[in-house]
């Protein structure tokens, strides 16, 4: 069965400090997808990044960067010198892969992140 | 602008009753979601459809009911039949096919009592 676990439930942190948000994923595909969200207090979910079970290079984007391991089984997220503004919940997803015509998206339990100022 | 729209922000009812929660994209998407959200919960699948005039069952369908008429819509109905309808609903829609992220809506949180 498929399954993600976001393991921290909430963390906290002093801004400008470093983060790192862990997801492990369980799945039987060897194709499957990997996504991460963020949901600021008004509720919306925010797209933050997609990666394929093909492409384990480690991806940065201004101050957020991703760490995809198969090996592990994770793909954790991190935010370098963080803000306020990264106070928010933040969702790991996992989707089935080729030969599903479907999209269904499998969602961890969501970490806190509360960036003191 | 291109998004989803979901009304309204808070909806209030009697318990017994049926109420439908709108939503609505304008991105030409084929794809739309419904998602459930509990406190401190992760976002569980209630129906989903990948084209007009189809869906399937999500996780968590029942005492829930949807309709996909137009491409552009997706509404959602929450019986009387759904034990625990409290809670935080979102809409997503997608292109179709595996892999592809999904777009949300801002939610409706629905509070029965």
């Known amino acids: 069965a498929q399954k993600v676990t976001q393991a921290q439930t909430e963390i906290s942190v002093v801004e400008k400090e470093d983060v790192t948000l862990d997801c492990v994923y369980e799945t039987r595909d060897t194709t499957y997808y990997l996504f991460w969200y963020k949901q600021p207090p008004s509720g919306e979910l925010v797209f933050l990044i997609r990666?394929?079970?093909?492409?384990?290079q480690n991806e940065i984007s201004g101050r957020y960067s991703w760490n995809f391991q198969k090996s592990t089984s994770s793909f954790n997220f991190t935010i370098t010198a963080s803000q306020v503004v990264d106070s928010a919940v933040y969702f790991c997803?996992?989707?089935?892969?080729?030969?599903?015509?479907?999209?269904?998206?499998?969602f961890g339990t969501g970490t806190l992140l509360a960036v003191q100022p | 602008d291109g998004g989803i729209t979901q009304s309204p922000k808070y909806l209030f009812r009697k318990e017994g009753q049926n109420v439908t929660l709108s939503c609505e994209q304008n991105l030409n998407h084929d794809a739309m979601y419904w998602y459930r959200q509990d406190p401190g919960q992760g976002l569980r699948l209630i129906y989903y459809s990948q084209i007009v005039n189809d869906f399937q069952k999500g996780d968590i369908a029942e005492g829930y009911s949807v309709s996909r008429e137009k491409k552009e819509s997706f509404p959602l109905t929450v019986t009387s039949a759904q034990k625990n309808p409290t809670a935080f609903y979102l809409c997503?829609?997608?292109?179709?096919?595996?892999?592809?992220?999904?777009?949300f809506g801002p939610g409706t949180r629905l509070t029965v009592t």
């Open positions: 990666r394929n079970s093909f492409d384990e």
């Open positions: 997503a829609s997608s292109n179709r096919g595996a892999g592809y992220e999904q777009y």
């Open positions: 997803a996992l989707s089935e892969g080729a030969g599903g015509a479907t999209n269904k998206l499998i």
